[in-house]
């Protein structure tokens, strides 16, 4: 079977014999002076179009041209004098008519004008306008080192990584408790770690204590010193029921204390912000098999979550299965961290309905550990679309050295931190 060629029809090359012939539109070139001829009769029919809908602009433009080839430049001088105090005289004799005709359409002109120009940016500012960005590399590809140790604790702004806009990120504490989300292996710890890290010089001068939670005896052990010097730490679920019931004890007499005097906590070393760090919570709330067991701790970490938040106590959670059986009370969180999810559904638990059409997809996060591992998404207080962070990575070694420097008295100066600062 011959192929066909031609200018008209071409059929395209197949070298198999027994294939259906397939046809090809043919291609007609047009020549560059119709191309030419074409875009200036358009223009044409623009302008035509312009000085139809705009006739009085044409009648001005007529009366410039005429004056202009009768009498030159006196004459627009003189038109436009005459157009001046014409514009004057109706201001003094008819304002009503002026504003009107005049000064009305003028400034709705203008503002069309300055508004229309300056529009995508303002919409853009008040983020009601989608923001189109371009995206050459991914900013939390690689692991990140451990931060340093800052010199002060902010409570509200503490330290633990970066933002994919290359922004530091930090997680609040004060005022609130936080929920973590993730897999197995999705890098909840180098959050744990990351926040203790940053409340180093707080702990050290008393002003922010840590009650750890440990029923893995796998994350938390690394710094349990810390933990025993700068507040308490617990691992089997009997000691941690009693911890989470001394910790509602504690706070339920600073609210009495408190009652009527001031409703903001500010911590000193008399009431330390204290801190109820709790690894794998779902151990304790849905898996612990002990019935009264588990209903102690949930019935405590329930008080803690309502009504800790005013005196100074913060409970910071990490759980694998955010179901609702598995912890019934995720709702009393009010921040929520979500790494990687074995399921699209489980983004929505855990940061709310819409989440992941707005962009969460922490069920697509990878698991390879050293591009996955510790990126997360996260729901900002001042914006409803999920950021995307990254926390740094604290290593065995860096959990050694922090312990071993804030228990053993081996750091030269401990960093002052007044309570004010703490705030």
């Not at 979550?305 to 709702?331: C, F, H, M, W």
Request: proline fraction near 7%; include cysteine; hydrophobic fraction near 50%.
């Amino acid at each position: 079977m011959r192929n066909v060629t031609g200018e008209q029809l071409a059929q395209v090359d197949n070298p198999d014999p027994f294939a259906s012939p397939v046809w090809r539109s043919p291609v007609y070139r047009t020549p560059e002076s119709v191309i030419w001829l074409v875009q200036l009769l358009r223009l044409l029919a623009r302008v035509i179009w312009f000085a139809v809908r705009h006739p009085l602009a044409d009648a001005v433009a007529g009366l410039v041209v005429f004056t202009w080839l009768r009498a030159g430049w006196p004459g627009l001088a003189g038109l436009a004098g005459g157009v001046l105090t014409a514009l004057v005289l109706l201001r003094l004799i008819w304002p009503a008519w002026f504003a009107r005709l005049v000064s009305g359409p003028a400034r709705n002109r203008w503002r069309w004008w300055f508004y229309r120009r300056h529009w995508h940016a303002v919409m853009t500012i008040a983020r009601l306008a989608p923001v189109l960005e371009l995206v050459r590399r991914d900013a939390l590809a690689d692991p990140m080192p451990a931060l340093p140790i800052p010199d002060m604790t902010d409570l509200r702004a503490l330290p633990v990584g970066r933002r994919e806009d290359g922004t530091p990120f930090a997680i609040r504490l004060q005022g609130t408790h936080l929920l973590i989300a993730g897999a197995t292996g999705a890098g909840k710890g180098s959050y744990l770690w990351s926040l203790v890290r940053a409340m180093l010089p707080a702990m050290a001068v008393g002003l922010v204590h840590i009650w750890a939670c440990d029923p893995k005896l796998m994350e938390l052990a690394f710094g349990r010193a810390l933990f025993d010097q700068y507040g308490r730490y617990a691992a089997d679920p009997a000691d941690i029921a009693d911890l989470l019931e001394a910790a509602v004890g504690e706070m339920q007499a600073r609210a009495q204390r408190f009652a009527g005097k001031q409703r903001d906590h500010t911590p000193t070393p008399e009431h330390p912000f204290v801190v109820v760090l709790v690894d794998e919570i779902a151990f304790l709330t849905a898996y612990q098999a002990d019935r009264k067991l588990k209903d102690r701790i949930l019935a405590a970490l329930a008080t803690l979550t309502t009504q800790g938040r005013a005196v100074g106590y913060s409970v910071v959670a990490a759980l694998q299965d955010p179901r609702k059986e598995v912890l019934n009370i995720r709702n009393l969180f009010p921040d929520k961290l979500a790494l990687r999810l074995d399921e699209p559904s489980q983004v929505d638990m855990v940061l709310g309905d819409g989440a992941r059409d707005r962009g969460a997809f922490c069920d697509e996060i990878s698991a390879d550990p050293r591009t996955g591992a510790g990126v997360a998404y996260v729901r900002l207080e001042a914006a409803p679309d999920p950021v995307r962070v990254r926390a740094a990575f604290v290593s065995d070694d860096d959990i050694r050295d922090m312990t071993t420097a804030y228990t053993a008295g081996l750091l030269a100066e401990v960093p002052a931190l007044t309570a004010g600062e703490a705030a």
